[in-house]
């Protein structure tokens, strides 16, 4: 069973920085972070694949976002394999305000972006860029 465990976020003036981290627990292919403004759909913002490492990014982060994984994956057994997911976020902006959430699926993603295509997620944590 895979299990996501989410800390970071915050509030910061507009142009800072935070970092997001994903704790994952089992065995997945990806891991996705998802936001929602209120009123809003939830919206891919970043994914990384385990094998290899690539990565995607909404048009609307990239350049200013990074995600990225431990590099050094503890594997205990196949069903419980661990890692760490972290998304830096830099030069914030107002509109990068929400709920942010790490996802996860264990097969390959047609649309990395949408959020229907995760199987797991984690509890979510605020995330304010304000003036």
């Known amino acids: 069973q895979v299990q996501l465990v989410q800390s970071g976020g915050g509030s910061v003036q507009v142009g800072g920085s935070l970092r997001l981290s994903c704790s994952v627990s089992?065995?997945?292919?990806?891991v996705g972070w998802f936001r929602q403004a209120p009123g809003a759909e939830r919206e891919g913002v970043a994914t990384i694949y385990q094998e290899g490492g690539t990565a995607y990014y909404a048009r609307s982060v990239r350049g200013r976002f990074t995600i990225s994984q431990d590099p050094a994956r503890a594997t205990i057994s196949q069903d419980n394999a661990r890692m760490v997911a972290y998304l830096e976020m830099n030069s914030l902006k107002p509109e990068d305000t929400g709920m942010y959430y790490c996802a996860a699926r264990q097969t390959f993603a047609s649309s990395w972006w949408d959020p229907v295509q995760y199987h797991f997620w984690s509890q979510g944590t605020q995330v304010t860029a304000s003036s």
């Open positions: 089992g065995n997945t292919k990806l």
